[in-house]
């Protein structure tokens, strides 16, 4: 593998080579997150979807500025491709909801974002949850968010728990970031 790449799907498998470590084509790569980081974050740039989700894992209890950073632009990157693919929908911060409702910016992913950034994120078990849901769910909707029967199914799960979120208080206005 080239030393120096400067395709993203390269610069993306070297960052993996350094966060794995072992032999890969005869040669010993050693463990080394920063290197990893790094290659990731070059990848990243290029609006390597992988890399951005590789990158807001590394930041979650790091440093939560550069974990939103990523994980938005990771989510908006999939919800935009998405979109343009024809799904019914896409993936965002509420990847699933996301594709179900068909915007990032809509009420029901608004409540969800607020019940995740509000609720969830201040619990252990709400972290481990949000982590592999950030995990699995990009390859879940990939793989399935163009079908009518995935997005029938998760409207209404997730419409009755919007409600249920609203009906607790939880607000629908447009999300700020700020």
Request: glycine residues 6%; neutral net charge.
């Amino acid at each position: 593998m080239n030393d120096n790449p400067t395709n993203a799907d390269e610069q993306y498998k070297l960052g993996e080579m350094y966060e794995k470590s072992g032999t890969f084509d005869g040669t010993f790569i050693p463990y080394n997150q920063e290197k990893a980081i790094y290659w990731f974050t070059k990848a990243a740039e290029q609006n390597h979807h992988d890399a951005m989700t590789k990158l807001s894992g590394f930041y979650y209890s790091k440093d939560p500025q550069k974990y939103q950073y990523w994980s938005e632009r990771a989510i908006n990157l999939a919800t935009n491709e998405n979109i343009r693919n024809n799904y019914s929908g896409g993936s965002s911060g509420c990847y699933v909801a996301t594709c179900v409702y068909g915007s990032y910016d809509c009420p029901e992913v608004w409540t969800l974002r607020r019940f995740r950034d509000n609720i969830l994120s201040d619990l252990w078990f709400g972290r481990g949850f949000i982590q592999v849901y950030y995990s699995v769910s990009p390859k879940i909707v990939e793989l399935f968010g163009n079908t009518k029967w995935f997005n029938r199914l998760w409207k209404l799960i997730l419409d009755r728990f919007v409600r249920k979120l609203q009906n607790k208080g939880i607000d629908d206005s447009p999300y700020s970031n700020m």
